[in-house]
T-cell receptor, first 114, second 114 residues
């Protein structure tokens, strides 16, 4: 089973460039999330989508946009990348009807902005 | 709003010694609590979760955690460390109100010495 798949795994951008991180899950989960991980700060929520057709801001949404393309896919877009967006990005999904909120994570996308 | 504090960004133990990783939470409503493990260059994997059933929760790889409401703690323990336990560990909290996403602590890197 693939679970949660993120692409690309590594990316280097120049300041001002744009790019989209792709995420797809094959577990029929309703909710999907984007987190960023920075040293000493744990994981911080950027955006989430409780269900197909809905998206909401998390703790650190500035500089990002998201699209919930369908139930499987949830993409994260950087319109004009900044060095402060250098980070490891994780996509996660939550089983439908889960009361406990356990998340399933992808392997991460490491982004460097020069 | 809920939050999580992990005491100690780095913990070093000898192989065979007790592992104790500390987590304290803040929540105005009953929380769900989680421990995740991250091996180098990988995503996060669920170790165990507290969902208000039993206060002592057993997880994978011999880890367990005890929910103590009076101390607002959910410390992770393992009686005997193994070299393969070297990783970063994250405590996370979720409540059934508002955003319903996981809020993570800053992480504790566990080093196991031979």
């Amino acid at each position: 089973n693939a679970g949660v798949t993120q692409t690309p795994k590594f990316q280097v951008l120049k300041t001002g460039q744009s790019m989209t991180l792709q995420c797809a899950q094959d577990m029929n989960h309703n909710s999907m999330y984007w987190y960023r991980q920075d040293p000493g700060m744990g994981l911080r929520l950027i955006y989430y989508s409780a269900s197909e057709g809905t998206t909401d801001k998390g703790e650190v949404p500035n500089g990002y946009n998201v699209s919930r393309l369908n139930k499987r896919e949830f993409s994260l877009r950087l319109e004009s990348a900044a060095p402060s967006q250098t980070s490891v990005y994780f996509c996660a999904s939550k089983p439908q009807g889960s009361n406990t909120g356990e998340l399933f994570f992808g392997e991460g996308s490491r982004l460097t902005v020069l | 709003a809920q939050s999580v504090t992990q005491l100690g960004s780095h913990v070093s133990v000898s192989e065979g010694a007790l592992v104790l990783l500390r987590c304290n939470y803040s929540s105005s409503v009953p929380p769900y609590l989680f421990w995740y493990v991250q091996y180098p260059n990988q995503g996060l994997q669920l170790l165990l979760k507290y969902t208000s059933a039993a206060t002592l929760v057993k997880g994978i790889n011999g880890f367990e955690a005890e929910f103590k409401k009076s101390e607002t703690s959910f410390h992770l323990t393992k009686p005997s460390a193994h070299m393969s336990d070297a990783a970063e560990y994250f405590c996370a909290v979720r409540v059934n109100t508002g955003r319903r996403a996981l809020t993570f602590g800053s992480g504790t890197r566990l080093q196991v010495q031979p």
